[in-house]
């Protein structure tokens, strides 16, 4: 499974941005996601969850992002991850994600969001 993650750029706080990730590889492969998600690593920080959403449509937030993210889309094929009301503290690298009923777990190369005051 490969994915595609796009749609990072620089905004001012309090402005939107939709970052899209889309999956490639064999259909065996794609049908074998059970959950995609979000990702983001802040330079000196850990990677943390931002927002996954399961092959059933069932999704789960990080509370920091609560009310200002949406994530929505087929987990299995392309996902969006709606970002309004941005802050500078959401300044990061998004990463999609992706994890199989095998327990695989890939990455995308990660997108940059760059967040102004």
């Known amino acids: 499974v490969q994915l595609q993650a796009s749609g990072g750029g620089s905004v001012q706080a309090g402005r939107s941005l939709t970052l899209f990730c889309s999956t490639t590889?064999?259909?065996?492969?794609?049908?074998?996601?059970?959950?995609m998600g979000w990702y983001r690593q802040s330079p000196g920080g850990q990677r943390e969850m931002v927002a996954t959403?399961?092959?059933?449509?069932?999704t789960n937030y990080a509370n920091f992002v609560k009310g200002r993210f949406t994530i929505s889309g087929d987990a299995r094929n392309t996902i969006e991850l709606q970002m309004n009301s941005l802050e500078p503290d959401d300044t990061a690298v998004y990463y999609c994600?992706?994890?199989?009923?095998?327990?695989?777990?890939?990455w995308g190369r990660g997108t940059q969001v760059t967040v102004s005051s």
């Open positions: 994600s992706a994890h199989t009923l095998a327990s695989n777990n890939y």
């Open positions: 590889g064999s259909t065996f492969s794609r049908n074998n996601i059970d959950v």
């Open positions: 959403i399961t092959g059933l449509g069932t």
